[in-house]
């Protein structure tokens, strides 16, 4: 299998490199090496290489600073995604390209489901839909994958970040109201790999864990898993709760729970496959 995968310094790229079989020719790379921006040096790789599948992970992915530089958000997650398309529709290449909870809007109380229709609030949201509708119009065998409050031992992430802040004995100040699905980039990293070697899968897929929670409920399994680990007690103190009404911070979507179209499990087992993800983060800050 011939495959080239993008943004491979990202949390889930990192998570892919780490998974990817060894059977596999693959091609990783980043943004100095492959910038999809850049259609001219894109072909010319896709061209020489000619991947069987390409899988697109390198995203704008600064939420807060899209707002203000929405230009740049959209050169990416929009026109670089419709380059990769085309360069994969000329080599006959399928594209797995991923996306976001946040195309929803989040003023509703079910997790949203691969056939609901987008409506994204921010311009993140809105750059990530305008990505996915040209993937699919350019390149015929394309899958979009669809994931939400991504988590990883690499880079900065909200799970790590609460258990350093932890740590330190810091305060956890945390959005209250925002409901979400964590994904562990791991698993994702192993579903997409598995994505690779499906023929003809669905065109639009979810792919988050089962637990639905707000942020605060996180960071209080967290600190539950963190105190269990070191026997030492970590409490999240939630000091001057911020509502997404007074945040100043860009509009995030309330309610950005997916469902996942895999097979579900019953929620105790799916808390447990939770917790041992985290515990996978404990252990990697811990052991460091
Ligand atoms: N993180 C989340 O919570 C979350 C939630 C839902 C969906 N997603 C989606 O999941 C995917 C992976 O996210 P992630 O968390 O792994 O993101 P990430 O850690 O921010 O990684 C994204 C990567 O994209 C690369 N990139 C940016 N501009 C580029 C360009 N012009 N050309 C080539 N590469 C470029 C960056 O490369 P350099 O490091 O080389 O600059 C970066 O390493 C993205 O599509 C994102 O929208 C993420």
Redesign the pocket.
Not at 34 to 37: E, F, K, N, R
């Given at each position: 299998m011939r495959v080239l995968i993008?943004?491979a310094?990202?949390?889930?790229?990192q998570s892919l490199r780490e998974r990817v079989p060894e059977d596999w020719e693959v091609i990783f790379?980043?943004?100095?090496t492959?910038?999809?921006?850049n259609s001219t040096t894109l072909d010319a790789m896709i061209q020489g290489f000619q991947p069987e599948v390409i899988v697109n992970?390198?995203?704008?992915?600064n939420v807060d600073q899209a707002e203000h530089e929405p230009k740049q958000a959209f050169a990416?997650n929009a026109h670089?995604v419709a380059n990769l398309a085309q360069a994969a529709q000329k080599v006959g290449s399928r594209l797995i390209h991923?996306?976001?909870?946040?195309v929803f809007r989040g003023n509703t109380n079910q997790p949203y489901t691969a056939l609901d229709a987008p409506n994204p609030s921010n311009v993140y949201g809105k750059s990530?839909l305008a990505g996915e509708l040209l993937a699919l119009g350019l390149c015929e065998h394309t899958t979009i994958v669809r994931?939400?409050?991504?988590f990883s031992e690499h880079?900065r992430?909200f799970v790590p970040a609460v258990i350093n802040k932890l740590l330190d004995n810091q305060t956890v100040e945390i959005y209250e109201n925002n409901i979400g699905t964590p994904t562990y980039?791991g698993a994702l990293a192993d579903y997409i790999i598995e994505l690779v070697e499906t023929q003809n899968p669905a065109k639009i897929v979810h792919y988050c864990s089962d637990v639905i929670l707000d942020r605060v409920e996180l960071a209080q399994m967290i600190a539950t898993q963190l105190s269990a680990h070191t026997h030492k007690q970590y409490d999240i103190k939630v000091t001057a709760p911020v509502t997404l009404a007074n945040a100043e911070h860009t509009v995030r979507p309330d309610y950005s729970a997916l469902r996942s179209s895999q097979t579900h499990p019953d929620q105790a087992q799916a808390v447990s496959v939770l917790q041992q993800h985290i515990q996978t983060i404990i252990n990697s800050l811990l052991n460091k």
């Open positions: 993008t943004g310094r990202g949390q889930l790229g790379t980043d943004s100095k492959l910038d999809i921006t992970t390198a995203a704008y992915t990416v670089g991923i996306s976001t909870d946040y990530k994931t939400s409050w991504v880079g992430n980039a």
